[in-house]
């Protein structure tokens, strides 16, 4: 909102506005929340009612939301966040949301308790949390990019709930996924991790093209691509990614005439269940993205 003022007699003569602010609701106390990111403050305006707040107060739950839909990252994940904060304030906690994405169904006053429409960046995130003092913050659920704030979040004392972030790095750094399958002695495709153009040409030699190639933390085929000589892999790896140490490119051999099946499952750290087994109809290695 911004606030205008000037004259009636002159509407033409107005003072310089003030700086625009950003109002959250809170759904359930009819409080309004105010976020400056920059001055790192949180103001709490409480609605007059003249009446004393004897509202018990609840333990916070924190959901990171996705944020704008892209690949790899779409209105799936939006409705995993949605049901999560059904079930956290059905077990009796305050369920906060955190989106910068109006067209979803998480941005609505009434799916949580208090939402913040604010960049899912890992300062924006921190203040929030500063601030709310949750008992636990739950990155897995919107996708990529709060998967990609779970290290940074714990490393400045969030409590991280579900998933631990060294799972999740596991799961998403090429390099650490591939040695755990070698650990398991799990079947895959001849494979090799580069950290440059110039290793990622050396191994490609070694493996033999056509090449799978792909980044660390991304979902949905975003940034994957499929090379057959040495010239598109350097165009690849020089142009597409940015390859370091902590983010390696895996370098797949890829499977010609191959199924790409899916198999989806939720488990609790003892228990596995197998949800459901899913063949693709097109060929490995093309998605929608």
Not at 85 to 90: F, G
């Amino acid at each position: 909102m911004r606030a205008r003022s000037g004259s009636r007699k002159n509407s033409f003569s107005r003072s310089p506005a003030p700086k625009p602010k950003t109002f959250r609701w809170n759904s359930t106390k009819n409080n309004r929340l105010t976020f400056n990111s920059r001055k790192r403050e949180i103001q709490v305006a409480k609605k007059a009612t003249g009446k004393k707040d004897t509202a018990v107060k609840k333990d916070r739950i924190i959901i990171l939301g996705g944020g704008p839909n892209r690949i790899g990252q779409g209105i799936e994940f939006d409705y995993c966040c949605v049901h999560a904060a059904y079930a956290i304030r059905e077990a009796g906690y305050e369920a906060i949301l955190i989106n910068s994405n109006p067209e979803t169904v998480s941005t609505d006053f009434d799916t949580s308790d208090r939402l913040y429409f604010e960049p899912l960046t890992f300062e924006d995130v921190m203040n929030i949390i500063d601030h709310e003092k949750p008992k636990g913050v739950i990155v897995q659920l919107g996708g990529q990019t709060p998967l990609n704030l779970a290290i940074p979040l714990m490393k400045h004392g969030a409590p991280i709930l579900g998933t631990s972030p060294d799972s999740i790095d596991r799961a998403e750094d090429r390099k650490r996924f591939q040695e755990m399958l070698n650990k398991l002695g799990l079947r895959q495709p001849e494979n090799a991790t580069a950290t440059s153009a110039e290793q990622a040409v050396k191994k490609a030699a070694r493996i033999g093209y056509p090449l799978l190639v792909r980044p660390s933390y991304v979902l949905g085929g975003r940034a994957m691509e499929i090379v057959y000589d040495e010239t598109d892999l350097t165009n690849y790896m020089q142009k597409a990614v940015k390859a370091s140490p902590d983010r390696p490119v895996l370098l797949d051999k890829f499977l010609q005439d191959a199924a790409e099946i899916d198999v989806d499952c939720v488990a609790d750290g003892e228990r596995c269940l197998v949800i459901g087994v899913m063949e693709h109809i097109e060929e490995a290695g093309v998605h929608s993205g």
